[in-house]
């Protein structure tokens, strides 16, 4: 029960819990999120992609500072959360929520200025392959923003969770090995708490 109540982390259902969770991590990741987000250079003509883009309230944040952001999330109740929130701009055909997988990234190579990751790499299969996609789809001089409250397993509140869930924690040095690996030029900020924003530049 307390299990496949937080499994919703991972991929919230389509329930009662599911949105519980959703609603609750819109609110409870925005302190994390707004630090990351601070590393980011955002020009009103961007256009933002945000990956497991959960409860939708990076995009109603970006959508305050770039013209178009899209949103990609393999759960239909995170596309249903994130759609609710920013349906003015999705009416006004600025933003775009999608359900799908990050291992496969529905969008053209070279076309998106910036692409975040915030809690949600932990979940990611086959991440590297996950991470030549957003290297595929983002143009020269674009920015991958990974923003996670974990940078190293046995940090203080996360092992319990990574062992409870059997998700993987990267720590800034494999994030460096497989993004510069790519050809990504990579450099990161923890803050006192070992939160971490990994920024990967993509160089022409
Ligand atoms: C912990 S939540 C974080 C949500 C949001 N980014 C935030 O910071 O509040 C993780 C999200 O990533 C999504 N996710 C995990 N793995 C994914 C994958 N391979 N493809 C697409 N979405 C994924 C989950 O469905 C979930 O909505």
């Not at 990956?51 to 500072?65: A, P, Q, S």
């Not at 974990?150 to 460096?176: C, H």
Request: proline content about 1%.
């Amino acid at each position: 029960m307390f299990k496949s109540f937080f499994e919703n982390v991972v991929k919230p259902k389509e329930s009662f819990s599911g949105r519980f969770m959703l609603k609750n991590m819109n609110k409870g990741h925005e302190k994390l999120a707004k630090w990351g987000r601070s590393f980011l250079q955002i020009y009103k003509e961007d256009i933002i992609l945000d990956l497991g883009c959960g409860g939708g309230r990076n995009i109603e944040y970006f959508l305050t500072k770039a013209c178009k952001v899209y949103g990609i999330d393999y759960s239909k109740a995170s596309v249903e959360m994130a759609s609710f929130l920013n349906k003015d701009a999705i009416k006004a055909g600025r933003c775009k929520i999608i359900e799908g997988n990050v291992q496969k990234i529905p969008f053209k190579d070279k076309s998106v200025d910036i692409v975040t990751a915030f809690e949600t790499i932990y979940f990611w299969n086959n991440i590297e392959d996950c991470f030549k996609e957003v290297y595929r789809v983002l143009k020269d001089d674009g920015q991958f923003l990974i923003c996670n409250e974990g940078a190293f397993r046995e940090q203080k509140n996360i092992k319990k969770w990574a062992d409870m869930l059997n998700f993987e924690v990267y720590s800034p040095t494999d994030l460096t090995k497989m993004l510069s690996k790519i050809g990504f030029i990579c450099e990161y900020h923890l803050d006192d708490k070992k939160q971490l924003a990994f920024i990967a530049k993509k160089h022409k």
